[in-house]
């Protein structure tokens, strides 16, 4: 992920205003030389005063208009009299821009640049596709295989860059990860302090986002979602005052991190992690957060909340998807798929125990435990998170701080990735799923019929059909079948084509013996596809 | 149920307003010879104008007044020149009403009755409480065991008796049922037909009425609830027209509805079955539904919305409850628990497939399945709905037209409310549901253990804990158990008491051995109840 950044320095600063707009505009980068990708960034610095509290006293605003198009996104002050402006263009064509502020100086600056084809990574954002699903903005599906690593920010250079070496290597596309520090004393704050050394709320440390942003951009290269979580109840020590904020100060924070990284197309807004247990905020403050943050963020990035104690009501329209804890739910047949009718839009189960050797039961889940709640969500038409705590003789885990991959089951996830990546774009739905919990896929089209832990010798052919006003499913229609061994990864076609039989207790059978041998063991799906 | 009814005869009706008020007030009954018992019912009758379309055209409420406390009811037209007010009192004492009016002779009725103690078996409306519960309003708990019967009402006299007399042998206390026909030629129309010999959706039936308001009373007096089905997907014939009144039809066919039963206390409001597939209304006709009900309805008696194809979103502040059609949420564990974080409302699954031989496989429960939806359910915390189909040699099914109850569920139903009724006043709360699927109950005071299909022949003792905030489950504390056989409804006490030992792995097991033997049959659960 490349992005263009231009200058415009503001000299004369404390001159008539009229005088520093003038000097401003001819300080403006010449269109013609500055190109951004579609769904790049384009990054404007301006300089401007030093005098006061700038994060609290400066409004800045700029408004982006192509043709009939017109965006207005939020400035931010970056320290050191520098005032920026992103801007991600969702057009190809010319972009010209006109800032605004409270500012004299800094209001009325103007400059252009051209929105060039995006180069061949570049998807842009992911939105919402058929109401439980995920694809980028270009339409590519976007096959959602989480994991969380909530501080992997905010450790040393090593270990970071070793967390971006594991991401790449893993079938990982978003990381849900903190905004602000948790239970360790960090390395760096997102906050300065005063004269009297206490930290101050309304005065942002420039160098930490610099440094959160540097992160994001790289796992933007690296194809990753980042969901960035904004607040969580772990603050302790040098942190614990951050509980406290007061609701000015809980907005100028939100307004600020929406101003900075919402130009950023991997960027998913996730309002807390375990929000029920966060401090001294009520259900009308998450309203009111979830209305900021998406006035705030002119692309409309994806919004969640994540639960503990209690749920928020992700069928609220500013909720775009559910983001949901709870291991039980993935742990059996029939239970994933529950949530879809009360709350239609995409279900993540992202958090649901953790593989791992840790000390409290959600942290032990074995390799084939996560990977079999993977399927069992995936088979329910939703998505399950992944994550990683203290795995022998590893002393901190990925879930906390990043680092090393070392569990079971991110080789198996690859594994249903390209199962998935090779499936109906439109994703994986429940099949029946009021009588034949094992089913998911695309009527009459594509099928996986998953086992779990059961271990049945064979399996005899029989889709489901579908409900009666569907019909995609019919009798005469020809399937390829592959056994699928989801812990060894291995796929074994069926040599033979099954064709559907007259429907027979809400089942098409296969003409003739549709008895297909299983292996006998666990963790096998079978994958059933048209032959046309 | 008793109620009183008392009449005003309002004569000389066509000459001057002011002369037919004071002659109506001339014929109010004295307050002192009428009493009401407390959520009883307080008819009041005014004989008015049969000119043009009373139905239609004329307002009547009643503003009933009580201390400082008043409540406004709406009146309705009954035939025949009758105008008629309902009145359910919630409070003992001295009532006073006041009549309003556009037909000038019926305004400005006044009148006054005495509200005493309700009787032994009238313990008033059924209420939410504890969130997920349900109980009358003198406190009483209401332990729903519920069953459909949709068409009862509009059958033969000596059927709609068996009725009544197989409720009485039953353990059911609320039958969901229809206010209209549905699919079978009805022997009473809910309207009257035009001279044209089509029914005029702006004129109703009163005898409909009154016969269905005579079942309503006797369901009261045997104590069983009237889950009253205002809309449904299944007119056809004579009726099929009713899919097509306009907006207005609609709201006066609520209105009239409304007004004629919410003074009966055992009426609950079922907003549609299975709407979903009701034709030509959109979720913004329900919303307005919701809100005509609940503010024509001065009591507040509880309502949902049943669904089918699709789902309303019952955390809208009008629904008291959620009604789910979904068998599979409680045909195994860990799934029913699931609607509780999402809908924080008494969730009561009231169509879970059918007890019977029926051709769908919808209506082919066997009685076990049946009674184990009914277990799964409550030890998730939710309630579960009975129905029969077509069970040999009947022709007809008790969930289409009542009449006798043929399965086998019924019977162990009871042996589930016996259980339930000398159970925590507060009703069944999941225990640990994340990770003890198969527990139920009430944290360090009682649990149920179901055991579903499984045949264990040994089970050792260990309550999990609760949720570290709570610790009402702690080390040191007695408890006595019993062996249930839920099917074979025999309850056989194990002779030791089990004392909880230290907290090992989220259980606390019992001191010693705490092995109990198991019959090694389905359908058996453990109740633990704290021995103090």
């Known amino acids: 992920m490349k992005f263009r950044t231009t200058s415009i320095a503001i000299r004369g600063f404390l001159i008539l205003p009229i005088l520093a707009i003038a000097t401003a505009r001819a300080a403006a980068a010449p269109a013609d030389t500055a190109s951004v990708e579609q769904w790049?960034?384009?990054?404007?610095?301006?300089?401007?005063?030093?005098?006061?509290?700038?994060?609290?006293?400066?409004?800045?605003?700029?408004?982006?208009?192509?043709?009939?198009?017109?965006?207005?996104?939020?400035?931010?002050?970056?320290?050191?009299?520098t005032y920026r402006v992103r801007f991600m263009p969702g057009r190809q064509g010319e972009w010209t821009f006109t800032t605004q502020s409270n500012c004299a100086p800094l209001s009325g600056l103007t400059g252009s640049f051209h929105c060039v084809a995006p180069?061949?990574?570049?998807?842009?954002?992911?939105?919402?596709?058929?109401?439980?699903?995920?694809?980028?903005?270009?339409?590519?599906?976007?096959?959602?295989?989480?994991t969380t690593s909530y501080s992997w920010t905010m450790q040393p250079d090593d270990i970071e860059e070793q967390t971006l070496a594991s991401l790449k290597k893993s079938?990982?596309?978003?990381?849900?990860?903190?905004?602000?520090?948790?239970?360790?004393?960090?390395?760096?704050?997102?906050?300065?302090?005063?004269?009297?050394?206490?930290?101050?709320?309304?005065?942002f440390n420039p160098d930490y986002f610099h440094h959160l942003e540097k992160r994001i951009e790289q796992m933007g290269e690296q194809g990753v979602e980042a969901e960035?979580?904004?607040?969580?109840?772990?603050?302790?020590?040098?942190m614990a005052w951050f509980d406290d904020l007061d609701v000015a100060a809980d907005d100028r924070y939100l307004q600020y991190v929406?101003?900075?990284?919402?130009?950023?197309?991997?960027?998913?807004?996730?309002?807390?992690?375990?929000?029920?247990?966060?401090?001294?905020?009520?259900?009308?403050?998450?309203?009111?957060?979830?209305?900021?943050?998406a006035s705030a963020d002119p692309y409309g990035h994806l919004r969640s909340i994540h639960n503990a104690a209690k749920f928020y009501d992700s069928n609220k329209p500013?909720?775009?998807?559910?983001?949901?804890?709870?291991?039980?739910?993935?742990?059996?047949?029939?239970?994933?798929?529950?949530?879809?009718?009360?709350?239609?839009?995409p279900l993540v189960y992202d958090e649901v125990c953790y593989e791992g050797n840790y000390g409290a039961r959600w942290g032990r889940l074995?390799?084939?435990?996560?990977?079999?709640?993977?399927?069992?969500?995936?088979?329910?038409?939703?998505?399950?998170?992944?994550?990683?705590?203290?795995?022998?003789p590893k002393k901190s885990s990925w879930t906390d701080a990043g680092g090393e991959l070392t569990g079971q089951s991110p080789a198996r996830l690859a594994f249903l990735r390209k199962i998935l990546e090779a499936g109906p774009a439109d994703g994986i739905e429940p099949i029946d799923e009021y009588y034949q919990t094992h089913f998911g896929g695309k009527a009459g089209e594509y099928y996986l019929v998953y086992f779990g832990t059961e271990t049945p010798t064979s399996w005899r052919f029989a889709l489901p059909r579908d409900p009666p006003q569907k019909l995609a499913l019919t009798e005469g229609m020809k399937f390829h079948v592959d056994v699928l061994d989801t812990w060894n990864m291995t796929i074994t076609p069926v040599d033979r084509v099954?064709?559907?039989?007259?429907?027979?207790?809400?089942?098409?059978?296969?003409?003739?013996?549709?008895?297909?041998?299983?292996?006998?063991?666990?963790?096998?799906?079978?994958?059933?596809?048209?032959?046309?």
Chains 1, 2 share one sequence.
């Open 171 to 203: 079938p990982f596309d978003k990381v849900r990860m903190c905004v602000l520090p948790g239970g360790k004393p960090p390395l760096f704050y997102p906050y300065v302090k005063d004269a009297a050394g206490k930290f101050d709320p309304s005065r």
């Open 366 to 392: 074995t390799g084939q435990e996560m990977v079999e709640r993977f399927w069992l969500g995936t088979i329910a038409g939703a998505y399950v998170g992944h994550g990683e705590m203290a795995l022998a």
């Open 258 to 293: 929406v101003a900075r990284l919402s130009a950023y197309r991997n960027v998913w807004w996730s309002l807390a992690n375990e929000y029920g247990q966060v401090k001294n905020k009520t259900d009308a403050d998450w309203d009111h957060f979830f209305q900021l943050v």
């Open 40 to 81: 790049g960034v384009f990054d404007q610095s301006f300089s401007g005063p030093t005098v006061g509290n700038p994060f609290a006293e400066v409004e800045l605003s700029a408004r982006f208009t192509s043709r009939d198009h017109a965006v207005t996104v939020h400035g931010f002050y970056d320290g050191n009299g």
């Open 498 to 532: 099954f064709t559907t039989d007259k429907l027979a207790e809400s089942v098409f059978p296969a003409v003739g013996d549709g008895t297909i041998k299983l292996p006998g063991v666990a963790d096998i799906a079978l994958r059933i596809e048209r032959v046309k």
């Open 228 to 238: 960035l979580i904004l607040f969580h109840p772990y603050h302790k020590g040098d």
């Open 318 to 345: 500013l909720v775009t998807h559910a983001s949901i804890q709870n291991g039980s739910a993935v742990a059996d047949f029939g239970r994933a798929v529950l949530y879809r009718e009360l709350c239609p839009k």
């Open 119 to 146: 180069t061949d990574e570049n998807h842009g954002p992911v939105t919402v596709q058929h109401t439980y699903h995920f694809a980028y903005a270009d339409g590519k599906p976007f096959v959602l295989i989480g």
